[in-house]
């Protein structure tokens, strides 16, 4: 049988789960393209910026997911242009012909057209920034005790996070527990003297997790106020120079390391019509995720905007269950397609919202049966379905490991400074 050829562009939620869906089709060979060699899961990742798990954890290269996939090829190298006449995707590494596209490249982080915020503000959205931010992040406490000037340490000490969504309240709450528990033993000479982290968690409207319950946003509030975090509501950040953050208020915070956690949005890709980008910039698909005016190219997970499910007129919220869903849907429709079968609609299925908020302490909304929880369960359900999603058993036994030692250690063990700046020979 002549196999069509499927390039998907971005191997994260939706591009692995479309790809392990078609595993072994007898319909389809496909090229999975990514910028990186590897697989990685971003819940995670705040985890490896604050030292407490490892690359290894959250990582998986590709080559060794898709191992047995045989109908499967990798191939590094990022979307550069799309050829819809001609069928032809341009990479960074070359060119593919293909039968079939889908785009599956997630989203960027959004600057909103500053660039201070761009050269100086840390962000969280991939690894490499993951890793930049430990190394700024530990780099700036060394430098703090070592430091003589009481108004350096201050500012060296203070880590300001733009954005009171999950991302924002998870690495606060992780900052607030390593200040409570590591920070008086590790860096004694500067705890004696009475400094310690001072965290602030700034966010332009009256709640944190906009997403989730009332109750849920006034428990992580409490747990982070608790835990020693300043959260500023109704302020915004307007623009830093790497010492001095300034907010809408007329406010200015000295800090050396402002996280920037506000939002994303999509780059534009060469060989689309402007028509094609809606709100955040997200490619508009209709409700088999099909580019809209586009044949044989689709879109799936954060990258895409579909508005036709009735329950998110709006488009759906950007989140792995999104992208799962999309990619295994669209898998069932590409299959149907070569029988001639009908396609299904996608429609998302909502099975809750998470989020961690202090040691020992998450927040939880389920929503059949409607139930919103919190405390000591919610945080080990949380532990459990994190672990439950990474890539690979490997991975969620050595996660399962370091939680564990972690816990019972009270320790960060993976707070090197290790310098990845220097560039590879091409
Ligand atoms: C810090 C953080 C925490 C989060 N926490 C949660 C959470 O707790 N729960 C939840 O549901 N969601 C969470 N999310 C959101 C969730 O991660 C996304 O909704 C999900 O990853 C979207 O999947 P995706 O496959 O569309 O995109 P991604 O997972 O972003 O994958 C995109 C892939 O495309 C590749 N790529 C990008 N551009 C190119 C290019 N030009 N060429 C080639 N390859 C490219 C990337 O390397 C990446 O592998 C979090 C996100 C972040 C950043």
Redesign the pocket.
């Known amino acids: 049988m002549n196999k069509q050829h499927i390039v998907i562009?971005?191997?994260?939620?939706?591009?692995?789960n479309l790809s392990r869906s078609l595993a072994n089709s007898p319909y389809y060979h496909i090229t999975l393209?990514?910028?990186?060699n590897y697989?990685?899961?971003?819940?995670?990742?705040?985890q490896v910026a604050s030292s407490y798990l490892q690359i290894s954890n959250v990582t998986l290269p590709f080559r060794t997911l898709f191992k047995k996939q045989h109908n499967l090829d990798f191939l590094m190298?990022?979307?550069?242009r799309v050829d819809p006449a001609n069928k032809t995707v341009y990479?960074?590494s070359g060119k593919l012909q293909y039968d079939k596209l889908v785009i599956?490249?997630?989203?960027?982080t959004n600057f909103f057209g500053n660039e201070n915020l761009k050269k100086y503000a840390l962000c969280?959205?991939?690894l490499d920034d993951a890793l930049y931010m430990k190394k700024c992040l530990l780099n700036n406490f060394e430098l703090a005790a070592s430091a003589t000037n009481e108004d350096e340490i201050r500012e060296r000490l203070t880590i300001l996070i733009a954005g009171g969504g999950?991302?924002g309240v998870?690495l606060s709450g992780i900052m607030a527990e390593y200040n409570n528990t590591l920070f008086a033993h590790d860096f004694r000479s500067l705890a004696q003297r009475g400094f310690r982290l001072d965290i602030h968690l700034v966010d332009g409207s009256t709640s944190l997790l906009k997403a989730m319950s009332e109750k849920a946003q006034t428990t992580a509030l409490k747990a982070l106020e608790k835990a020693g975090v300043q959260v500023h509501f109704k302020k915004r950040v307007q623009d830093y120079n790497g010492q001095e953050v300034f907010l809408d208020t007329g406010e200015v915070i000295r800090a050396r390391q402002l996280v920037w956690?506000t939002g994303?949005t999509v780059?534009t890709i060469e060989g689309f019509n402007e028509e094609i980008y809606g709100g955040g910039n997200r490619l508009l698909v209709d409700a088999y995720n099909r580019l809209i005016g586009y044949e044989d190219i689709y879109a799936?997970?954060?990258?895409c905007l579909q508005k036709s499910d009735e329950n998110y007129p709006d488009g759906h919220p950007?989140?792995?269950?999104?992208?799962?869903q999309q990619?295994k849907n669209l898998a069932k429709n590409l299959v149907n397609i070569t029988k001639g079968k009908t396609l299904h609609p996608f429609s998302y299925y909502d099975k809750g919202?998470?989020?961690i908020v202090g040691k020992s302490i998450a927040v939880a909304d389920l929503p059949k049966p409607k139930w919103s929880f919190s405390g000591f369960f919610a945080w080990l359900l949380w532990l459990f379905i994190?672990l439950m999603f990474l890539v690979s058993y490997r991975n969620r036994i050595r996660t399962f490991f370091e939680w564990m030692a972690s816990y019972f250690s009270k320790d960060k063990p993976f707070r090197y400074i290790i310098d990845e700046s220097k560039k590879i020979n091409q």
């Open positions: 562009i971005g191997g994260g939620f939706a591009g692995v393209v990514d910028r990186n697989n990685f899961f971003p819940p995670l990742i705040y190298g990022e979307l550069e990479l960074s599956a490249a997630g989203t960027d969280m959205k991939n999950p991302s998870e956690t994303v780059k799936i997970g954060d990258i950007q989140l792995a269950q999104v992208a799962i990619g919202t998470m989020a994190h």
